[in-house]
């Protein structure tokens, strides 16, 4: 399983792990990730996706999943993401 955001892309980053005596040794900034089951309006059912906390703030500012997946470039999203964003916009279309 990939340490990475299915909305956003945000993924690992890397750094050092600086002592007080200036030692540096090479360590990972893992995102902070949850797994969570979104609401779709417009499906009407839920969506599990593992998703980071930032990205979760971010869905309840845009006014959640469907609006967050309408102004989402395709490249930061997953390829379950994807699918989930072609769905909406099936949806909205056919109604």
Request: charged share 25%; with cysteine; glycine share 6%.
């Amino acid at each position: 399983m990939s340490r990475r955001c299915e909305l956003t892309g945000k993924g690992p980053m890397s750094g050092n792990n600086v002592s007080h005596a200036n030692n540096k040794t090479r360590r990972r900034f893992l995102p902070n990730l949850t797994e969570t089951a979104l609401m779709s309006e417009t499906l009407g059912r839920t969506v599990r996706l593992k998703v980071s906390t930032s990205a979760l703030r971010t869905v309840d500012h845009r006014g959640g999943l469907d609006a967050f997946l309408a102004k989402a470039k395709d490249a930061d999203l997953s390829a379950n993401a994807l699918k989930v964003k072609k769905a909406i916009a099936k949806a909205q279309a056919a109604a």
